[in-house]
């Protein structure tokens, strides 16, 4: 009975791998992408103001309070700033850091310095964020209190790893000699940087802005921990799944960061930098 | 490379300086779980060892921890199993859509945590009827936890080759024999990297775990984060994120000696 299994198996390779993907594809395209589905239908549904209860007809009424709210505008404008602050942020500081262990480092210091960097990707989010909650508290090493500020600062230090790794894998795939080269020609540190370095490493830097930028703009645990009263996207849209009870309108709001998401990949899928993630 | 001394400096600095950034607040971290004073003053007036004993005899914070090890353990293997699958098929075979399957592994981690967090819970909640338990957690952190036994899997496959398992085929194993001996074995230390990836990201999760785990389900980053504005639970929390801290160095030495490299995911 094995041996003809095995046998038939052998020699239906169209079987096979219809058996290897049924798993996976109900799983992750069947289960989640429906998931992804209703909560898009739901964001077109509303909700009884009295009963709480779902009312399951078409409305445009989420989008249209989302888009005439003013403080939706404000939040959704805010929470941009928040992850465009984060990833240029994150930029100045990895650059330079992801310069020196690609081209300054020996061999053996690069595979340290690259560990130095992922250990603290292992140490919990949640530990790091409340690290800063400690550091900036009003008795603490820093005490600068919390804030919009410090929300950034936070975000910052979190998703740092992340922009420095990719810029650090392209800049030690640029060949020492082009370099050389600029320098031979008679170019300086920085026109050398501008005109050969900036426009190589650009792919990887926009691929680690993939990251920052999606992680800040979907964030709103470090805000509570560290943001004081501020609010972001995030929020808007656990709130209104506790307190509001209003999952539609939650669902509505939800489609803002992944929409910015879209447009985002969508902008930057010609600079290659996809293929750097 | 004909880099100014000045500039070689500044570099050097620019490193040396990020690095610290990366590392002082972790370090006051574990610092504090020695501080003597209640709310972390600082400088500290003195070390002791009591938080570290209150942090143990703490009956919420253990019932979190196992909460935590059995949602890590179900959504680890599952995405074993899952992933593994999908590397399969992904690089063995050519089909139509193959690009697509890739995507759709990476999606659950590109989109933000409380996008794919409401999806789950609406649809356990409303569509399925399903009540929110350590079940649902699992079912969510699995979802997300693929992608990195995927690309363990696909990257070790890519590198094997079939002409081992072709040479196996030839001298008489069938499908399933020459899966147990030969394949299995050299996938193992990619499943075990994998896995441990799986595991950690699983661990650490807070936003689709908010979403999907019922009313009695606490795993540790909730517990942490309930009693995170409770000042007099605030030196028994930091104890558990300094000894996350420490811990986590375990999982990067071990992946270290497994693959010999380092990778996320």
């Keep these: ?277 | 490379m004909n880099l100014s001394r000045t500039a070689r400096a500044v570099l050097w600095g620019a490193l040396a300086a990020g690095l610290a950034v990366i590392y002082v607040p972790l370090a006051v971290v574990v610092l504090n779980s020695f501080n003597a004073d209640r709310t972390f003053g600082w400088p500290p007036p003195g070390f002791t060892l009591d938080w570290w004993a209150a942090a143990w005899r703490s009956t919420g914070m253990r019932e979190a921890l196992w909460t935590s090890v059995q949602a890590a353990s179900g959504a680890t293997l599952i995405a074993l199993l899952l992933g593994t699958m999908a590397a399969f098929a992904v690089q063995r075979y050519s089909f139509f859509g193959r690009d697509t399957v890739s995507l759709l592994i990476v999606l659950p981690i590109a989109l933000p945590g409380i996008v794919t967090g409401i999806a789950l819970s609406n649809t356990f909640h409303t569509v399925l009827g399903i009540p929110l338990g350590l079940f649902t957690v699992i079912v969510g952190h699995a979802t997300f936890c693929v992608v990195t036994v995927y690309n363990n899997v696909l990257a070790r496959l890519r590198r094997l080759g079939v002409s081992i398992e072709e040479a196996s085929a030839d001298l008489g194993a069938d499908t399933f024999t020459t899966f147990r001996l030969v394949t299995f074995p050299m996938m193992r230390s990619a499943l075990l990297a994998g896995g441990l990836l799986a595991f950690a990201l699983s661990f650490d999760e807070i936003i689709v775990t908010t979403f999907t785990a019922g009313a009695g389900v606490r795993t540790l980053p909730i517990w942490i984060f309930e009693n995170l504005f409770r000042p007099n639970q605030a030196p028994v929390v930091n104890v558990v994120a300094a000894a996350l801290i420490v811990l986590s160095v375990i999982p990067i030495w071990l992946a270290q000696r497994i693959t010999g490299e380092a990778s996320r995911y």
């Design chain 1, 1 to 277: 009975m094995r041996r003809r299994l095995a046998t038939f198996l052998h020699r239906h390779a169209r079987v096979r791998l219809s058996l290897l993907l049924s798993a996976p594809l109900a799983w992750l395209g069947l289960a989640y992408l429906g998931a992804l589905a209703a909560l898009l239908v739901t964001a077109f549904w509303s909700t009884d103001t009295f009963t709480g209860n779902l009312i399951r007809t078409f409305t445009w009424a989420n989008f249209e309070d989302l888009v005439t709210g003013e403080v939706y505008r404000t939040i959704a404008l805010r929470s941009l700033g928040v992850a465009a602050a984060v990833t240029l942020i994150d930029l100045v500081v990895a650059f330079p850091m992801a310069f020196a262990m690609a081209k300054l480092a020996s061999p053996r210091a690069q595979r340290w310095l690259v560990i130095a960097v992922l250990t603290p990707l292992w140490a919990s989010y949640l530990v790091k964020a409340y690290a800063w909650r400690v550091l900036l508290s009003a008795d603490g090493l820093l005490g600068w209190g919390y804030g919009l500020g410090a929300t950034i600062l936070t975000l910052s230090y979190l998703w740092l790893p992340y922009m420095i790794l990719p810029i650090y894998a392209g800049l030690e795939r640029l060949p020492n000699s082009l370099l050389d080269a600029a320098g031979d020609l008679g170019a300086r540190g920085w026109r050398t940087f501008r005109t050969v370095v900036w426009p190589l490493a650009f792919p990887a830097v926009v691929a680690g802005s993939i990251f920052t930028f999606s992680l800040s703009l979907g964030d709103y645990i470090t805000v509570k921990i560290v943001g004081g009263r501020s609010q972001l996207i995030g929020n808007v849209v656990y709130d209104n799944i506790g307190a509001a009870n209003n999952l539609p309108f939650a669902a509505a709001v939800a489609t803002v960061p992944v929409l910015i998401m879209l447009v985002y990949l969508a902008a930057v899928r010609r600079t290659g930098a996809l293929e750097n993630l």
